[in-house]
């Protein structure tokens, strides 16, 4: 198994940024997909960004691509998420998560952490 513990969220204005912090424990780091949803007040939860399973590709949704950079530190087990000119669409509560391949990240990873709030002001 892997845990997972979200931190960085916090309130900003519109066209601020902010960084996310993801750290991983327990199973080897580097054989998980990583990558982060998120979930606004009565939405569904929704793909923000991910790793492919080699670590060497990177993949966002469409309404981050351009503002939002994922990347990882192996060393650190952890992984970023970089959000740059944040919109009040963008407040939802983030996490983090972790799948054995890619076939797990797309039935739903299976493993998630706590979550992180990002409030975007207006």
């Known amino acids: 198994q892997v845990q997972l513990v979200e931190s960085g969220g916090g309130l900003v204005q519109a066209g601020g940024s902010l960084r996310l912090s993801c750290a991983a424990s327990?199973?080897?780091?580097?054989?998980?997909?990583m990558g982060w949803f998120r979930q606004a007040p009565g939405k569904e939860r929704e793909f923000v960004a991910r790793?492919?399973?080699?670590?060497?590709?990177?993949y966002y949704a469409d309404s981050v691509k351009g503002r939002f950079t994922i990347s990882r530190d192996n060393t650190k087990n952890t992984v970023y998420l970089q959000m740059n000119s944040l919109k009040p669409e963008d407040s939802a509560v983030y996490y983090c998560?972790?799948?054995?391949?890619?076939?797990?990240?797309?039935?739903?990873?299976?493993?998630w952490g706590q979550g992180t709030q990002v409030t975007v002001s207006s």
């Open positions: 327990g199973r080897t780091f580097s054989n998980y997909v």
């Open positions: 998560a972790a799948a054995l391949g890619i076939t797990d990240w797309n039935n739903g990873p299976g493993y």
């Open positions: 790793f492919s399973r080699s670590g060497g590709s990177t």
